[in-house]
Structure formats: structure tokens, C-alpha cells
């Protein structure tokens, strides 16, 4: 079964410091596409980063990278420079070839002043 | 601002009434989803339509109905709902067609409670 796993249910970080959020999947399809999201307590949904499975470069976006470790099905959310704002729900999810997208049950992440 | 645009934010309902959900899309995106999401709960996929046909149904309780009138629209049509239906409602939009690279744009969803 295609599924999502993120180990860690809450983060407590100080800011400034660089953060890595975990996700591995489980898939056996040869194409899919692996994203993170945001969501903040007003409960918007945030697109930050994606990683495709044939991409062979790690993806990045500002201060979001992905730590994409492919024989290892793990693709990390690295924050570098933590700021108060990034407290947050995140989301790990994979987009298979039916275009459905499943998601991890999350991480809430805090940090701290 | 979000390009998914929802209404209503918020929604108070009673078991008795009938009321739709609305999501509007103008990024030319074909496939269109409806996610139901519960406190502290990742979403949770109720429809998928693509191409303006539906294509996944989470077997989803028949008093949920989804419509997908045109390509930039997709409503959700809610009667006969149970307390335990209160959630969030998210919609989201993607390119579709397998389109892996294509991460989903959500709304800002629809709270919706069931008296």
C-alpha cells in the first residue's frame, strides 16, 4: 500500500537555528512527485517545495530545501534559519499516478524566541 | 492571495438544511479535488474530478454530492449532514493528466458546522 510517514508529531526549535522535518513514503510506482506543505492556524494550505522522483538534483525554494534520498524513500524538509512565522502544521505528500495525492499525518512545528 | 478562491468561510448548518459549497479556479488547472480535514488530521480526499469528470470517489457518504459544471468550477453539494461532518473543506486545483510536477493549490477552505 502507497502511504506517507512522518515520525514526528511535534518539533520545538529555537529561532535561527536550521530545522529538518522527516518524511519517508512507500510507493511502487516509478513516477511520482513528493511535496510540503504549510499550514499555519488559519488553516490555509501553503505549496512550499517539490521534488520529482526522476529529479536527480535536490530541490530548493528560499530557505526550503528537500533532502531527497531516493533508494532510502525519504525526502526531509530542511529549514535553514528558522524565523517565528514557521510555526506550523507541516505536510509531507505524494502525488501518484491517478492524480491522487495522499498526506502524512504532519509535524507541528514550534519555534521558539 | 490565494488563486483558489472558496466560500463561504464559514458555514453553520442543521441537519435538516441543504447548502453547496462553491470553488472557483482560473489557473487553467484540470483536475479539481474536494478534501475534508478534521482538527490536527492531515486532509482527507473525499473527490477528485479531472477533465470535468469525476475520477475518484473516496466512497464517500451520498449526502456529500460534488458538481464540476465547468473546468473553474467545482461545488460540493451538502444535505441530510451529521454533527460529526463539521470539518474543514478544502478544495484544490492541479494541472492534471499525471502531471507529477503539479503540486496541488489549495483555498482557504470552508468551516463548516453541523448543529
Not at chain 1, 4 to 12: A, K, L, N, S, W
Not at chain 1, 49 to 66: K, P, V
Not at chain 2, 83 to 106: I, K, M, T, V
Amino acid at each position: 500500500a502507497q502511504k506517507i510517514t512522518q515520525t514526528q508529531p511535534g518539533m520545538f526549535v529555537q529561532e535561527k537555528e536550521a530545522v529538518t522535518l522527516d518524511c519517508t513514503y512507500d510507493t511502487s510506482d516509478q513516477s511520482y512527485g513528493l511535496f510540503w506543505y504549510k499550514q499555519p492556524s488559519s488553516g490555509e494550505m501553503i505549496f512550499l517545495i517539490y521534488q520529482g522522483s526522476y529529479d536527480e538534483q535536490n530541490a530548493t525554494e528560499g530557505r526550503y530545501s528537500l533532502n531527497f534520498q531516493k533508494a532510502r524513500k525519504s525526502a526531509n524538509l530542511v529549514i535553514s534559519a528558522s524565523q517565528l512565522g514557521d510555526s506550523a502544521m507541516y505536510f509531507c505528500a505524494m502525488m501518484r499516478r491517478d492524480d491522487k495525492i495522499i498526506f502524512g499525518k504532519g509535524t507541528r512545528l514550534h519555534i521558539l524566541p | 492571495d490565494t488563486e483558489v478562491t472558496q466560500t463561504p468561510k464559514h458555514l453553520v448548518m442543521g441537519m435538516t438544511n441543504k447548502k453547496s459549497l462553491k470553488c472557483e479556479q482560473h489557473m487553467g488547472h484540470r483536475a479539481m479535488y474536494w478534501y475534508k480535514q478534521k482538527a490536527k488530521k492531515p486532509p482527507e480526499l473525499m473527490f477528485v474530478y479531472s477533465y470535468e469528470k469525476l475520477s475518484i470517489n473516496e466512497s464517500v457518504p451520498s449526502r456529500f454530492s460534488p458538481e464540476c459544471p465547468n473546468s473553474s468550477l467545482l461545488n460540493l453539494h451538502l444535505h441530510a449532514l451529521q454533527p460529526e461532518d463539521s470539518a474543514l473543506y478544502l478544495c484544490a486545483s492541479s494541472q492534471g493528466r499525471r502531471s507529477y510536477n503539479s503540486p496541488l493549490h489549495f483555498g482557504n477552505g470552508t468551516r463548516l458546522t453541523v448543529t
